[in-house]
């Protein structure tokens, strides 16, 4: 089935969506995903390919789980008072814990509740049951506000988590803007993270968006891949999937939080020289309150799996760091500043505009060529930055081997203005090109 792009498809229609499915019980293997992918492609008029894993599926040690949806769960006190449930919020029971209906005092309560004390109005996110292979489905824990455990003044307490836990599939959800080339770019995002929109959630939308404006742009030189998956396992099945065809996947983006928060960062590679890491460089020259970390600052994600040194796949990350209501109930649509998430993916875009046109060209001719014949001279007196900018180039760096990124790190000039000398030196038949610094040479891969 084709792509058919709404017009209506827009960061509004977007944050409709987020509305409407944030609550849903979003983990590993659950009856809501399918629905949440229906919901976007009707947002968005785009086709989404899953890719489906079945429970006891087994790829490089890790395990698909049961499917895990929540029948009913609540906490009464002593005279049969409802004092939270699930219908509160998600977060109220530990993702994959197991099932329990018991009375109990608060001591041992407390033993089984998991609170936040930055955000004590807020239920927060245990995501250990699910991800720590000793404890998923083996115990039950919930969530409650700080300020309601203060209040919990009754020596006695019933608690009912019903969970129906059955076979189920694993669905990561695939969109691809084909290009000229098997060379391919992979954007990672999570569905994941049930009653919060910031983690996860934001940098989905965002490259729902990205791809929007991909599939309007026409032909593209490398193919766009976006991944929508449960966190780390997702990755790990999908590179274990694909693993005869990594090779032509030449980075990844990952990101998420990038609703709202402190700092904008972009995080670098894990070995930090390669084509990716040039390229945000270059964004940190066009975006001046963009900071960069290192692979390992900040929160990490799937990036660590792709960018791993079994799966070697050049990967960075965009996020806005740190937000204080992360892991929380209080991580909801209303604090979503749709400035930020225009900024991410004009971050993004910018990237894919530096992917799509950068090339490596060597001089025509035996001598460097007469510059004032053909215009492109600057004069050192009125102009000396780019009187040595061009000399530079002409006499230098425009070697066969360059490619106008590497030139415009060299020189510490942006992108966009390297390129616009070098077309002009293109046009005036004195260049050729050579070809495209991540396909012709395998380039710092």
Request: hydrophobic residues 35%; glycine residues 6%.
């Amino acid at each position: 089935m084709g792509n058919k792009i709404l017009k209506q498809f827009n960061f509004k229609s977007l944050m409709a969506f987020v509305s409407e499915t944030y609550l849903k019980n979003r983990t590993i293997v659950t009856s809501d995903i399918e629905s949440i992918f229906s919901n976007i492609e009707e947002k968005t008029g785009i086709n989404i390919v899953r890719h489906k894993f079945p429970t006891g599926s087994e790829s490089s040690t890790w395990i698909v789980p049961k499917q895990w949806d929540v029948k009913e769960a609540w906490l009464k006190d002593k005279s049969g008072k409802i004092i939270a449930s699930y219908k509160d919020h998600p977060l109220f029971v530990c993702i994959y814990s197991k099932g329990v209906h018991t009375t109990l005092s608060r001591k041992e309560l407390c033993e089984h509740t998991y609170s936040e004390v930055k955000q004590p109005d807020a239920y927060a996110y245990n995501w250990r049951f699910a991800m720590d292979y000793k404890l998923q489905l083996k115990d039950w824990g919930i969530s409650l506000p700080l300020n309601i455990i203060k209040e919990l003044k009754d020596d006695e307490y019933e608690i009912k988590i019903d969970i129906e836990t059955k076979d189920g599939e694993m669905l990561i959800g695939e969109i691809e803007k084909k290009g000229q080339t098997d060379n391919t770019i992979v954007f990672l995002s999570d569905y994941c993270h049930p009653g919060q929109v910031n983690d996860s959630y934001s940098g989905l939308i965002v490259f729902l968006k990205v791809m929007g404006e991909l599939f309007k742009t026409g032909d593209t030189l490398f193919n766009y891949r976006m991944l929508m998956m449960p966190e780390t396992i997702g990755s790990a099945f999908y590179l274990t999937k694909n693993k005869d065809s990594l090779r032509n996947i030449k980075g990844a983006i990952f990101s998420e939080m990038v609703g709202w928060g402190d700092e904008w960062y972009i995080k670098k590679t894990r070995r930090g020289d390669t084509y990716l890491d040039l390229a945000t460089s270059d964004c940190q020259k066009r975006f001046p309150k963009l900071k960069t970390g290192s692979f390992y600052e900040l929160i990490g994600n799937d990036e660590y799996m792709f960018d791993s040194i079994q799966a070697g796949i050049p990967s960075i990350s965009v996020q806005k760091n740190p937000f204080i209501e992360y892991h929380t109930s209080n991580d909801e649509p209303s604090k979503v500043d749709v400035n930020n998430l225009e900024f991410a993916e004009s971050l993004i875009l910018h990237i894919v505009y530096i992917i799509e046109n950068d090339k490596i060209y060597k001089f025509k001719h035996t001598a460097p060529f007469w510059m004032t014949r053909f215009n492109l001279y600057a004069d050192d007196q009125y102009e000396p930055e780019d009187f040595m900018v061009r000399l530079k180039i002409v006499y230098d760096l425009l070697d066969g081997k360059n490619s106008i990124l590497d030139i415009s790190d060299k020189l510490g000039v942006e992108f966009v203005d390297v390129k616009k000398f070098i077309d002009s030196i293109y046009e005036n038949n004195l260049i050729i090109e050579v070809g495209h610094p991540l396909i012709c040479n395998e380039y710092r891969l």
